[in-house]
């Protein structure tokens, strides 16, 4: 089967890889749209791999054994590997598992590991079936275009009440203002990119605020009647946004944090938390039982399809890189079988 693999520095390429067997409740499936994510940085750094991605839509086309799903069901690939047997995964947060495993942990191979090929493996209770008049492109914003910010936005119970801040607007992020809008909340983002700025207004941000504003956290207090929102949502993986949703947000508010970050974020607990009385917490994805409410949104929000700006077919994955790169785009979508 084609697959992707990195190269070099900037350097991506369609190679040949063995495809991969259903074994036990894993079962293959056949990817019709693989939504792109992080792997720009891989791209970037130049660091050769050949497994990519983790977030998949297809078609199950071989399974080993009866199950949940059978040969012909179209399904969205949940972009992670739980156990199934640790006490979060029995109890359906499965996000959280402490356990996590993988292909090469149950096969002894990466192989069926990669989103950027054209088949891969899963456990069959990590694929829930998609809609028959659903398009796979449009079932793909199921994964981090609206899952992230969807699973935070359930956990703060984000309704048309709030006021909502929403920093860093690259997939996740426009996929945030898309599921707050939907829920009727009224948005203020934040990011530097023109081209985001512009794609969150048109998506149902009211304003849009520049991260490099020194006057920004007033803007928040003064569109806020002194307040501070009620909410806040990280979406960039940065610690100035980080901090800057701790400061905007009004006392007894909540900030999640859904962007990947390893660096330290400066808190100090008796002005920022028990002064303020804030509820801080992480997420990450969302679980199975928001999966419905999830597809609810692709079919209903009147912009959600938007957040698709691209799609590119699987041979031209180093031009859809290096488009990535460049943080002017929404969700693209690649095509494995073009
Ligand atoms: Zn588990
Ligand atoms: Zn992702």
């Not at 994510?37 to 998949?56: I, R």
Request: glycine share 8%.
């Amino acid at each position: 089967m084609k697959a992707v693999a990195i190269t070099g520095v900037r350097q991506a390429e369609l190679i040949d890889l063995p495809e991969p067997h259903a074994r036990g409740h894993w079962v293959v499936v056949k990817v019709h749209t693989a939504p792109m994510c992080t792997e720009y940085k891989a791209w970037l750094a130049g660091a050769p791999t050949q497994n990519l991605g983790h977030e998949a839509v297809g078609e199950v086309v071989e399974v080993a054994q009866p199950g949940r799903l059978h040969v012909g069901d179209r399904v969205v690939v949940m972009p992670l590997y739980a156990c199934g047997q640790c006490q979060l995964c029995l109890s359906g947060d499965f996000i959280h598992c402490q356990n996590g495993t993988s292909v090469e942990a149950f096969t002894g191979s990466p192989v069926g590991s990669s989103t950027y090929a054209q088949y891969l493996l899963k456990p069959d209770w990590m694929a829930p079936r998609i809609p028959e008049d659903m398009p796979y492109d449009l079932a793909g914003l199921a994964l981090c275009a609206l899952g992230p910010s969807f699973g935070a936005m359930d956990r703060m119970n984000v309704t048309a009440l709030d006021t909502i801040l929403i920093t860093g607007l690259g997939p996740v992020g426009l996929g945030a203002v898309v599921n707050a809008a939907y829920r009727g909340a009224r948005v203020i983002a934040m990011d530097s990119v023109p081209f985001r700025a512009a794609y969150a207004r048109r998506l149902g941000a009211e304003t849009v605020l520049d991260p490099n504003d020194t006057q920004a956290l007033q803007a928040v207090l003064e569109l806020t009647t002194g307040l501070g929102v009620d909410k806040a949502l990280d979406c960039s993986g940065t610690v100035a946004a980080q901090r800057f949703c701790l400061d905007a947000v009004r006392r007894r508010g909540q900030v999640a944090f859904v962007g990947e970050c390893n660096e330290p974020l400066e808190l100090i607990v008796s002005p920022d938390l028990l002064r303020k009385g804030i509820a801080v917490l992480g997420s990450w994805h969302y679980n199975l039982n928001l999966y419905p409410q999830v597809l609810q949104v692709i079919r209903r929000s009147p912009v959600a399809a938007q957040l698709i700006s691209h799609t590119f077919p699987l041979s031209q994955v180093q031009q859809a890189l290096a488009l990535s790169a460049t943080h002017e785009t929404a969700k693209i979508m690649l095509h494995p079988w073009e």
